[in-house]
């Protein structure tokens, strides 16, 4: 209609409209992606572990204080934008120096006072009046070689890619790099370290409840960084005992798998205890059926992935030092990936 009455959906409306649908949507997909990050086995907003649950609280207190900063600054501007008058020079000096530079100063030292006082909880130091459980571990390209040590420091056993530690008891955990700077970060259960060449830095968590929670690499150390990750899995103290003791008795074997293993020597790079299979280059396989990821993390668990991750690696993990076997005849490769899955 020529009068431009409400019920008529002129061209300009209905781009104006499906413009801001558009929008609404998209800010709304956007949120609920976002809050779905702030909870699981991989978010520091999520604590299943006393440092962590610092880390949060921290988090938290900075958040709120940036949301009240940002309010007042926003409060101020709207009111100053509403006023008519002029603020002579030394008016506005005194804003400046108040609002720009003491306020300012006094919150942020106020913060880090906040920050550095709760930083030795963030940070705990090994304790000397509980069980502490030793576990070393490596980061290699690209994958995390797990050692269980006793009290004296020896090596009981070794695995790679997922760790085991009891619920309530202090992990201390020694951690080392072989090649390039990777980082040790479980978020659920605390904060970052570095692991450097050439170092050993150590790193002390605590898991609060049981479950499975996943770590990474938050260093970046080459083209499958992002493809470096770990588990974490929280269990009972007493079957985490038993699961020790377990894990030093070797089980029994595929004489056939371990045969086909040995012949196309995949035993030169990885090692499986109580065989002839004693390499140290690749990750150790012994009890290999237990892992619930492969390839650290990257491909689910599966007979059909094994093959195909030792077909082709570096289709699935550019960058991967493990050769390629798809010369290998079908029937080998499907024996071994038989014979890896039912490893325990």
Same mark, same amino acid.
């Given at each position: 209609?020529?009068?431009?009455?409400?019920?008529?959906?002129?061209?300009?409306?209905?781009?104006?409209?499906?413009?801001?649908?558009?929008?609404?949507?998209?800010?709304?997909?956007?949120?609920?992606?976002?809050?779905?990050?702030?909870?699981? @086995?991989?978010?520091?907003?999520?604590?299943?572990?006393?440092? !962590?649950?610092? =880390?949060? #609280?921290? %988090?938290? /207190?900075?958040?709120?204080?940036?949301?009240?900063?940002?309010?007042?600054?926003?409060?101020?501007?709207?009111?100053?934008?509403?006023?008519?008058?002029?603020?002579?020079?030394?008016?506005?000096?005194?804003?400046?120096?108040?609002?720009?530079?003491?306020?300012?100063?006094?919150?942020?030292?106020?913060?880090?006072?906040?920050?550095?006082?709760?930083?030795?909880?963030?940070?705990?130091?090994?304790?000397?009046?509980?069980?502490?459980?030793?576990?070393?571990?490596?980061?290699?390209?690209?994958?995390?070689?797990?050692?269980?040590?006793?009290?004296?420091?020896?090596?009981?056993?070794?695995?790679?890619?997922?760790?085991?530690? @009891?619920?309530?008891?202090?992990?201390?955990?020694?951690?080392? !790099?072989?090649? =390039?700077? #990777?980082? %040790?970060? /479980?978020?659920?259960?605390?904060?970052?370290?570095?692991?450097?060449?050439?170092?050993?830095?150590?790193?002390?968590?605590?898991?609060?409840?049981?479950?499975?929670?996943?770590?990474?690499?938050?260093?970046?150390?080459?083209?499958?960084?992002?493809?470096?990750?770990?588990?974490?899995?929280?269990?009972?103290?007493?079957?985490?005992?038993?699961?020790?003791?377990?894990?030093?008795?070797?089980?029994?074997?595929?004489?056939?798998?371990?045969?086909?293993?040995?012949?196309?020597?995949?035993?030169?790079?990885?090692?499986?205890?109580?065989?002839?299979?004693?390499?140290?280059?690749?990750?150790?396989?012994?009890?290999?059926?237990?892992?619930?990821?492969?390839?650290?993390?990257?491909?689910?668990?599966?007979?059909?992935?094994?093959?195909? %991750?030792?077909?082709?690696?570096?289709?699935?993990?550019?960058?991967?030092?493990?050769?390629?076997?798809?010369?290998?005849?079908?029937?080998?490769?499907?024996?071994?990936?038989?014979?890896?899955?039912?490893?325990?």
């Amino acid at each position: 209609m020529a009068d431009g009455s409400s019920d008529v959906c002129r061209p300009r409306d209905l781009i104006l409209w499906t413009s801001r649908s558009r929008f609404g949507s998209s800010s709304i997909l956007f949120s609920a992606l976002s809050l779905s990050g702030c909870s699981g @086995p991989h978010s520091a907003l999520d604590p299943a572990g006393p440092e !962590a649950s610092h =880390v949060a #609280h921290l %988090f938290f /207190v900075m958040l709120i204080a940036g949301i009240i900063i940002w309010s007042a600054v926003v409060a101020a501007l709207i009111y100053a934008s509403r006023k008519k008058r002029v603020y002579s020079e030394q008016s506005a000096g005194r804003v400046i120096l108040w609002c720009g530079a003491i306020l300012p100063a006094i919150i942020l030292c106020a913060l880090l006072s906040y920050g550095v006082w709760l930083m030795p909880a963030v940070r705990p130091w090994l304790p000397d009046d509980q069980q502490v459980h030793r576990i070393e571990v490596t980061g290699e390209q690209f994958w995390w070689r797990v050692r269980y040590l006793d009290e004296a420091g020896e090596v009981m056993f070794e695995t790679a890619n997922e760790v085991r530690i @009891p619920v309530g008891q202090p992990a201390h955990f020694l951690l080392k !790099a072989v090649d =390039v700077i #990777h980082s %040790f970060w /479980v978020p659920s259960l605390g904060g970052k370290m570095d692991m450097i060449p050439g170092r050993t830095n150590p790193l002390t968590l605590m898991a609060d409840r049981e479950g499975i929670y996943r770590g990474v690499c938050a260093e970046f150390c080459g083209q499958s960084h992002a493809l470096m990750a770990f588990t974490v899995r929280a269990v009972a103290p007493d079957e985490h005992e038993a699961w020790l003791v377990e894990r030093q008795v070797p089980g029994p074997r595929d004489a056939e798998g371990l045969a086909v293993f040995l012949k196309n020597g995949c035993g030169a790079c990885h090692a499986i205890s109580g065989t002839a299979a004693a390499g140290r280059i690749g990750p150790e396989l012994t009890a290999f059926g237990e892992r619930g990821t492969l390839a650290a993390g990257t491909l689910p668990h599966t007979q059909e992935d094994i093959a195909r %991750f030792i077909s082709y690696p570096e289709r699935t993990k550019p960058g991967v030092k493990m050769p390629h076997f798809g010369m290998l005849p079908e029937d080998d490769i499907k024996t071994i990936a038989a014979f890896l899955k039912e490893l325990k």
